[in-house]
């Protein structure tokens, strides 16, 4: 049996974009991701907190997905350890050298997970310069870092046991009255997720979860789409999660990749830590105050790409959260809450 790679957290996305220069007002102008590298192809772009080069790649291309998402990695030979791990199960795998992949990444291991998603994992980075304290230079949403990755997956007990193989905890699940599991989330660094499962045809990418520091931040945000008449880039919320307790806003760029602002959550970190389980009739789960989902956050997601850069079919979701009947999706009648958290 290999050893897995010792992940340290959800480090990076590297999205598709069909037009680059409405994804920099996106994701730049609007959401205040600092530029860290620009040229003629693709942005590097980071929250006011990171230290390292990119949390966010905008490569253009033609056909809007998920490129790869990337993992941290504790040393060098973790990337070595990924490589090893992968091969063993019989995933396909390529080692990507310093300066043949994304700008400012070091020698790094790219492979297709058994979820079917295209995955890196890395250790080397370029440092890049404190803004933390730089208030000068922060606008719009001021995002202060990547916090997590939500995928789409028809098959959540299958994910749950690839990440909890490398070694991901869980800290909340959605589950069915006969524990029939619905969602997940799961975490290296020592808040409520680095990577969560939603439901549904996969591998796709549901969002890309960046952290601001504030709530007045979340509200920011919805305010500055609708000053300036792109509210139509609003999917869901503002509002308080039930799971995370985070409060979120959920946007789309303008190839529709779901991005969410989110802030609040909570530690993860003493090695007792026990899941917190909700029920999927409890109404309260994806938003505590009882507001129903939009039915395009449940049904809409990117596609993702192999390591050639072509689509990655999907097979569709064995159990469908948005199919029950409950309060908060909409979709049915408000029941009597048996949450068994
Ligand atoms: O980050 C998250 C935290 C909570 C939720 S949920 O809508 O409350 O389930 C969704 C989410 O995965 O985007
Ligand atoms: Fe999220």
Not at 29 to 54: A, K, N, P, V
Not at 227 to 247: C, L, M
Not at 298 to 314: F, H, I, T
Request: aromatic letters at 10%.
């Amino acid at each position: 049996m290999t050893t897995p790679p010792d992940v340290v957290r959800s480090a990076y996305a590297q999205l598709v974009v069909t037009d680059l220069a409405k994804a920099r007002w996106f994701w730049a102008d609007m959401l205040g991701f600092h530029i860290q590298y620009e040229d003629e192809s693709r942005l590097c772009l980071r929250g006011t907190d990171e230290l390292t080069h990119h949390s966010l790649v905008l490569r253009k291309g033609e056909i809007a997905a998920l490129d790869h998402l990337a993992y941290r990695v504790r040393t060098s030979e973790d990337v070595d350890r990924a490589e090893h791990y992968f091969t063993a199960l019989g995933r396909p795998v390529r080692r990507v050298p310093a300066g043949a992949g994304t700008p400012g990444v070091g020698d790094a291991v790219r492979v297709i997970d058994p979820l079917g998603f295209p995955v890196e994992f890395f250790h080397d980075i370029e440092r890049a310069e404190r803004l933390i304290q730089r208030y000068d230079l922060r606008r719009g949403a001021e995002i202060a870092r990547l916090d997590h990755f939500n995928i789409c997956t028809p098959d959540i007990p299958a994910a749950y046991a690839h990440y909890e193989a490398l070694g991901f905890g869980c800290s909340e699940t959605i589950e069915g009255d006969e524990h029939e599991l619905y969602a997940a989330w799961m975490y290296r660094k020592q808040t409520v997720h680095d990577v969560a499962f939603t439901g549904g045809a996969g591998p796709r990418l549901h969002h890309v979860g960046v952290a601001t520091h504030e709530s007045h931040q979340v509200l920011r945000t919805a305010d500055l789409f609708g000053s300036v008449r792109k509210e139509h880039h609003i999917e869901r919320g503002p509002g308080r999660h039930g799971v995370s307790n985070a409060f979120y806003l959920y946007l789309r760029d303008p190839d529709g990749h779901r991005v969410e602002i989110y802030t609040s959550d909570y530690y993860t970190g003493d090695p007792d830590h026990e899941p917190y389980r909700w029920n999927v009739h409890d109404d309260r789960r994806r938003d505590f105050w009882g507001n129903a989902v939009i039915e395009s956050w449940y049904k809409e997601a990117s596609p993702v790409l192999d390591l050639d850069g072509r689509p990655v079919p999907v097979a569709e979701a064995v159990l469908d959260e948005s199919a029950v009947q409950v309060g908060a999706d909409g979709l049915g009648i408000v029941e009597p809450n048996k949450q068994d958290g």
